[in-house]
């Protein structure tokens, strides 16, 4: 007979739920690291739109709550739906421009809002039902393209950060001259989680990212540069309304537009799943491809419901987890629910709505940089004397870079162009998708396993516990 302590040990790391207090903490960080692109997504719509501040606050509110209940979906699932891992859900930036434009088109205001929440229920209704069988295209993401997407998000994201840092905000206008107290707040969030990466164990390693949050926000208090005042005007206590701005209106060529969103979104959560499931150590397969996309598709439904937007896992922290090594998806599970909090005590969210942006930005340095070590980990697997490979790798690399690094080059696009072309991370994971079809199609190239090099018509995992692909995809492995 087993012994409870055996069967301890045998429960896999991403199903241990830890202790109450550790929940909680290591929960907080996850929401932390997440708030400011939380709420961007609304700041942006209501600015653009010409909202109230009142709207702009359900909006926020709205967004917060359901962040939360899209979370628990997918990482703590409900029956197909959600992939069971650690991944935190969140509007996604690629629906930000549809958005706007759909609003706009409407007139601006609650009218605008109708046609927007219409088009996101219609695309999450989409997503959930395409799910499988876009799942199916699984055998069209091997290493090289998954390790290209994911190098491509950590990369294409650290110019984020570094804006945050130097500039106090996420765009790349630059300050003339440095604000060097921005930078100085940064790196000494950086150094402080460095200091404890390095030099602790256990706990205080894991909760390195909520440290130097909270040393680097009670800095830039003492200084001045940090302010509380909002949270003693906030209200107390609010409750989210379903459908607050009235019926949502439907109207094709919006619901068309934000279809195409949530297909890009579907490739981000491909290489999110991916990343996750490496850093884990769970295979990744149709299965969980479709469990993972249904849960972004029901989110998204939701979303529309209660005032919101279309969702999709969000990579910072997915390099929270491989920055900490907590592998738990009931920590994340914890965030959710501090999540639906704050979406209910607008108190809280206005508290942790005052970590500045520059500390932010130190921290996410030190995340998005995570997220591609995980690309980089995937990549050296592949065997890139095969010259299609080195050519998916540097073309969408080099795609993704060209717009992080000059990003207005798309401003006299088209709309519709600018769906795909206005996000490095869209174009550089289109770009190795469609390349490895191209490159790779008819002679797939060669991946070595230790020591040993196998060609594979269908590359599903480079486990080598995983290796045994003629049962999974019908087709033999030819030693080479």
Not at 395 to 413: E, K, Y
Request: with cysteine.
């Amino acid at each position: 007979m087993e012994t409870p302590e055996k069967i301890s040990r045998e429960v896999h790391p991403i199903d241990e739920v830890l202790p109450f207090w550790q929940l909680g903490f290591y929960g907080l960080q996850h929401v932390l690291t997440f708030y400011a692109s939380a709420v961007i997504v609304p700041i942006l719509l209501a600015s653009a739109l010409g909202l109230s501040r009142d709207m702009l606050e359900h909006l926020i509110e709205a967004d917060l709550f359901t962040c939360g209940i899209a979370s628990l979906l997918q990482c703590v699932g409900l029956g197909p739906i959600g992939v069971r891992m650690p991944l935190l859900q969140g509007v996604t930036f690629v629906a930000v421009a549809p958005m706007i434009t759909i609003g706009l088109s409407a007139g601006g205001g609650v009218e605008g809002l109708q046609q927007i929440f219409g088009a996101v229920i219609a695309a999450g209704l989409f997503s959930f039902v395409a799910a499988p069988h876009f799942a199916k295209l699984v055998r069209f993401f091997p290493p090289v393209v998954t390790g290209s997407i994911i190098l491509v998000i950590g990369i294409a994201l650290l110019p984020v950060a570094a804006n945050d840092i130097v500039n106090g905000h996420g765009t790349s206008v630059m300050q003339d001259p440095v604000n060097m107290r921005n930078v100085a707040y940064g790196l000494g969030t950086l150094l402080v989680i460095l200091f404890m990466q390095r030099f602790f164990t256990g706990f205080w390693r894991a909760i390195s990212v909520l440290l130097g949050l909270i040393s680097g926000t009670a800095l830039a208090w003492l200084l001045g540069d940090a302010q509380f005042d909002t949270v003693a005007a906030a209200p107390a206590l609010t409750v989210v309304t379903p459908l607050y701005f009235g019926i949502p209106t439907f109207r094709l060529m919006p619901v068309l537009s934000m279809i195409v969103v949530m297909m890009i979104a579907m490739l981000e959560t491909v290489g999110d799943v991916y990343a996750a499931g490496k850093i884990v150590d769970k295979p990744i397969g149709p299965k969980e491809i479709t469990q993972a996309i249904r849960a972004d598709g029901a989110a998204t439904i939701l979303g529309g419901i209660f005032n919101s937007f279309p969702y999709t896992c969000f990579a910072q922290n997915v390099g929270l987890v491989r920055l900490t090594g907590i592998r738990s998806r009931w920590v994340v599970a914890a965030a959710a629910v501090i999540m639906m909090i704050l979406g209910c005590v607008p108190k809280l969210a206005a508290m942790m709505a005052c970590v500045p942006l520059p500390v932010m930005g130190g921290a996410a340095l030190a995340m998005f940089g995570a997220v591609a070590v995980v690309g980089i980990q995937a990549l050296s697997q592949v065997n890139f004397e095969h010259q299609g490979n080195t050519v998916v790798v540097g073309t969408s690399l080099g795609l993704g870079m060209l717009l992080v690094s000059q990003p207005h080059i798309t401003d006299h696009f088209p709309a519709w162009m600018k769906i795909i072309f206005g996000s490095g991370i869209t174009l550089g994971a289109t770009a190795a998708i469609v390349l490895n079809f191209i490159f790779n199609r008819q002679d797939p190239p060669p991946i070595s396993v230790e020591g040993e090099v196998w060609n594979v018509g269908v590359q599903i995992s480079q486990d080598p516990d995983m290796l045994d692909l003629e049962s999974r995809s019908g087709r033999r492995i030819h030693r080479v």
